[in-house]
Structure formats: structure tokens, C-alpha cells
């Protein structure tokens, strides 16, 4: 069992940064690949951002690469979305889960709450 708490969201002006933060639970926080997803009101969860194990392997959304960087702390058992060159249409709840797999096929069975992002025009 993971259980994951983010935090960071909040309100920015286009252009701004923030940093997103989720912290794990337990001992086996490096074991997971990890991912940040976000849904807009009235539409699908789809993800931002992933990162492997290691940490040695990242992937980005077409929309985000560029602007957002996905890193990982085992140390602090939290991973990270930095996100910089904000957009009023980065604008949603991030979530981010943890899973298990192989290669490219990441199940994630772990979410976290959520935290809002607002970006102002």
C-alpha cells in the first residue's frame, strides 16, 4: 500500500511557475514508476508526465514538453512537477499515482487526492 498527498496547486499568472510536490508513504517508494495526471472539469484524466524507477526514464505530454520536468527523490520518497511557461489550459487538478509494470505498461494502482492549478490569463 502507497498512499500519496500533493501539494503546490494554487493560483498563478500565465507565464508563472509552481512546483508540485507529492509525498509517499512507506518503505517501497522506489520501487514504483510514477506519474502526474490532470482532469479539467467535465473532461478524462490523462496523464502530464512519468517517470521510471530509476528515475533514468522520463515522458511528457506533447502539451507540457518544454515546460514541465518530472524528478523524483527516493531520499524524501516524493517525486516533483516543476512546471514553468504556465498556460491558462494547464489549467486543472494534478494528481499523481504510482505503479508497476514493465516497459511502457505502467498499471497505476495508487492516486493521490489532488491539488488545483489555476493559471490566470
Known amino acids: 500500500q502507497v498512499q500519496l498527498v500533493e501539494s503546490g496547486g494554487g493560483l498563478v499568472q500565465a507565464g508563472g511557475s509552481l512546483r508540485l510536490s507529492c509525498a509517499a508513504s512507506g518503505r517501497t517508494f522506489s520501487s514504483y514508476s510514477m506519474g502526474w495526471f490532470r482532469q479539467e472539469p467535465g473532461k478524462q484524466r490523462v496523464v502530464v508526465a512519468t517517470i521510471n524507477r530509476s528515475g533514468g526514464s522520463t515522458a511528457y505530454a506533447a502539451s507540457v514538453k518544454g515546460r514541465f520536468t518530472i524528478f523524483r527523490d527516493d531520499a524524501k520518497n516524493t517525486v516533483y512537477l516543476e512546471m514553468n511557461s504556465l498556460k491558462p489550459e494547464d489549467t486543472a487538478v494534478y494528481y499523481c499515482?504510482?505503479?508497476?509494470?514493465?516497459?511502457?505498461?505502467?498499471?497505476?494502482?495508487?492516486w493521490g487526492q489532488g491539488t488545483q492549478v489555476t493559471v490566470s490569463s
Open positions: 499515482a504510482a505503479g508497476s509494470g514493465t516497459g511502457s505498461i505502467i498499471r497505476y494502482d495508487y
